[in-house]
């Protein structure tokens, strides 16, 4: 059998687990080559903000945050309890580990950003202990930054970076991976290419097909293509949608199914990264956060929940309640009284007709098909809330982290601001997410495992395209980025240790 190609590692994908993995490998002496489906690098985790929730590490030292692996580990112990004891441990350990290593490379470096953890739980930071990568100016990067995919509202319509400013959030994380990457002297990245196969010779994972040639990985391959989230048919019953997910077009579970056909398990595939997502004219939906105003209703034209939850539990909260309508006021001067990422103009909003506009709230209520009457009592409610300073049916306000957003708001209760100064808006909601969750079962080193539970000897996997151990939580800022860099971390370590 022939090889087309001869490499120690194989990276499927190259979002913020696969960069890390290469780097990892290739700074440790490994020729290392990352496959990439699509012409860009970075997939969805090249859209984030890039914050990181890797605890008890040099970074969080150094901003002199109160803080230690072990508040780290009381905070998840309460929330995911000890089902996932073994893979908790493994991702704490790996932590600092992992940053320490990054960090030694000149071209990275990390800086603490406040960002509130998710859950009122023991070991909770207020103003969270996520960190984000500097910014990275394109010269650095030089003729490469044109390889790492643009922030989501410049690459859905096609525009590139603006070449004004410098890669930031997730753009600068995968940036300053690949520089480092480039820099080691062993790396080879292949862009619109992907993985197509897995070959197994003698019961190990020996090397991948990818663009009709076989390579051999002599250390191991390792998965880090995302989920499934653009395939409808692997979606199921999860909710939400293809339409809705922030993911770009080339996460189709393909690294998923390669493995499950050589017999891999796989685990959790109800779960996701959610959010709340406006939708767009385009027909798309955008990453909706840190509402600052407005309240949202169901189509009973009352409210369901805190507007101002954290996004991931926001978004369980409008599961079966959407279609929803944000609905606000021209206190916001025609703008969502949100953070939506990409986000659109009012003016093409109204035209698509994904906002109404209408001087009475009966009015509004008429335009989108409402019961007047709710609409109209569920604001005036609202309103005496604001009045009060007291959302006294679902607590909006009385967290930090619905403060944390809300701040530079007047009133008693910064989160509850009336809605009260026609003209009235209603921005037309939905389930979206940030990436699937479920995915290929993953032993602590990241081996990927069979129906019986035993490791595939040479196949690793991690984010999202494994099931994550964080089952349906998201403790804070940075989960998927940070679980996806600590175990693409251990894996390498382990194909190291396993020569
Ligand atoms: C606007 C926004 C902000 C966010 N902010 C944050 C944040 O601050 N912190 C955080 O932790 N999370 C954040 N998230 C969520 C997070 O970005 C993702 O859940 C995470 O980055 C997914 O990482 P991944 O490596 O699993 O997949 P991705 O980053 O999506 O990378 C997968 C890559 O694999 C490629 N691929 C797919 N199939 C193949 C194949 N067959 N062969 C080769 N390559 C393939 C894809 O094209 C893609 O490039 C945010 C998401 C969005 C949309």
Redo the contacts with the bound molecule.
């Keep these: 059998m022939g090889w087309d190609d001869t490499f120690d590692v194989v990276v499927?994908?190259?979002?913020?687990?696969?960069m890390t993995g290469a780097l990892v490998a290739a700074a440790s002496g490994l020729r290392t080559l990352i496959?990439?489906?699509?012409d860009?690098?970075?997939?969805?985790?090249?859209?984030?903000?890039?914050?990181?929730?890797l605890p008890g590490t040099q970074v969080q030292e150094r901003a002199r945050l109160d803080d230690s692996t072990e508040n780290a580990r009381t905070y998840l112990r309460a929330l995911l309890g000890d089902e996932n004891e073994a893979h908790r441990e493994a991702f704490l350990e790996a932590a600092p580990q992992v940053v320490e290593f990054l960090e030694r490379d000149p071209a990275i470096e990390f800086k603490w950003s406040p960002f509130p953890d998710y859950y009122a739980a023991p070991g909770r930071l207020d103003l969270g202990r996520s960190f984000m990568p500097l910014d990275l100016p394109i010269a650095e990067l030089g003729e490469s930054a044109a390889l790492v995919?643009p922030p989501?509202e410049r690459d859905r319509p096609g525009l590139g970076h603006d070449p004004d400013q410098p890669l930031g959030?997730?753009r600068a994380l995968i940036g300053r991976l690949l520089l480092a990457f480039l820099n080691s002297g062993n790396g080879t990245v292949r862009t619109g290419?992907?993985?197509?196969g897995l070959i197994v010779e003698g019961g190990r994972v020996t090397g991948v097909e990818?663009g009709g040639t076989r390579i051999r990985a002599a250390r191991g391959v390792l998965l880090?293509?995302?989920?499934y989230e653009n395939d409808d048919a692997m979606r199921g019953d999860l909710p939400g949608g293809a339409a809705w997910t922030?993911?770009?077009g080339?996460?189709?579970g393909?690294?998923i199914g390669a493995a499950v056909r050589i017999g891999a398990a796989t685990a959790q595939f109800d779960q996701a990264?959610w959010c709340p997502g406006s939708v767009d004219p385009d027909g798309r939906a955008s990453?909706t956060l840190g509402f600052r105003g407005g309240l949202m209703v169901d189509g009973t034209g009352r409210r369901f929940f805190n507007e101002s939850l954290p996004y991931d539990q926001a978004g369980r909260a409008m599961n079966g309640h959407v279609p929803a309508h944000l609905i606000f006021d021209s206190r916001s001067k025609g703008r969502l009284p949100a953070i939506a990422?990409p986000g659109a103009a009012a003016a093409d909003h109204l035209e698509a007709g994904t906002w109404v506009k209408a001087g009475t709230l009966p009015e509004l209520a008429g335009k989108l098909n409402l019961p007047a009457d709710a609409l109209t009592a569920t604001v005036e409610r609202f309103n005496g809330f604001a009045e009060k300073g007291v959302d006294e049916d679902f607590h909006r306000g009385e967290d930090p982290y619905d403060l944390f957003f809300a701040a530079g708001n007047d009133g008693p209760n910064p989160c509850l601001v009336p809605v009260d100064r026609p003209p009235y808006y209603a921005a037309r909601m939905v389930l979206s997410d940030?990436?699937t969750k479920g995915g290929l079962r993953t032993d602590t080193e990241s081996r990927v495992l069979d129906a019986s539970g035993a490791a595939i000897p040479g196949l690793y996997a991690a984010?999202?395209?494994t099931a994550s151990f964080t089952g349906p939580f998201y403790p804070g800022?940075?989960?998927?980025?940070?679980s996806?860099m600590a175990f693409a971390y251990r894996a390498v370590q382990d194909m190291k240790e396993s020569a």
């Design positions: 499927a994908g190259s979002g913020a687990g696969a496959l990439e489906k699509t860009l690098l970075g997939g969805t985790s090249a859209y984030s903000g890039a914050s990181i929730w995919r989501v959030g997730g290419t992907a993985l197509t990818a880090a293509a995302g989920g922030m993911a770009p080339g996460n189709t393909d690294a990264w990453f990422l940030l990436g984010g999202n395209t800022p940075g989960i998927p980025i940070g996806g």
